[in-house]
């Protein structure tokens, strides 16, 4: 079995599965995030662990990439990750696929200077795509990937609901 047949065919099964069962895709991730040192954090998702931090010039250790790195990457990939299962479910040949995703930002927002949105101002991504298939086919599998993709949506339109709790531990002076 080839990689795109593995593909197409999880992609099916998954899609079958959760027609049938749509409890079963319902659930709630859970990534944890500690302060180690400074602003450098330590994330834990299941079995993944990896470091955030900021840099120096920013008070950080520079210990891994910054949280906006991880936003970036996390689109980025969702997106690429899409093209792929979506051109294998519609049998479109696809022999690779890159993302770059270009945020414009402004950073006197994060830093509490007056009348400065917080955040980026506009983010594009710019797909490069190798295939043997004609262009119709292959904007067709990206127009099916982005329709679906949840980070799409998370970066157009934000989440629905944000909610805050906290926790306050005593600690002993």
């Known amino acids: 079995m080839t990689i795109t047949e593995k593909i197409k065919t999880a992609f099916e099964r998954n899609a079958k ?3 049938l069962r749509p409890a079963v895709g319902r659930g709630t991730a859970v990534t944890k995030v500690r302060v180690r040192e400074g602003l450098t954090c ?11 931090d900021m840099g120096e010039k920013h008070g950080g250790n520079n210990a891994g990439p910054n949280p906006g790195v991880f936003g970036r990457a996390a689109f980025g990939s969702c997106m690429a990750m899409g093209y792929i299962r979506w051109a294998a479910k519609l049998g479109v040949p696809v022999s690779n696929v890159e993302v770059e995703v270009q945020a414009d930002y ?15 101002e506009e983010v594009r991504y710019v797909v490069t795509i ?10 067709h599998v990206l127009d099916q990937a982005d329709v679906h993709s949840p980070y799409f949506e998370i970066f157009k339109r934000g ?5 805050r709790e906290v926790k306050i ?5």
């Open 17 to 19: 599965a959760l027609s």
């Open 42 to 52: 330590d994330i834990e998702d299941g079995p993944w662990k990896i470091t955030a």
């Open 106 to 120: 402004d950073a006197r927002g994060e830093y509490g200077i007056p009348d400065t949105p917080v955040g980026y």
């Open 130 to 139: 190798e295939s043997s298939a004609p262009e119709e086919e292959i904007m």
């Open 159 to 163: 989440v629905q609901k944000l909610r």
């Open 169 to 173: 531990l005593e600690t002993e002076v």
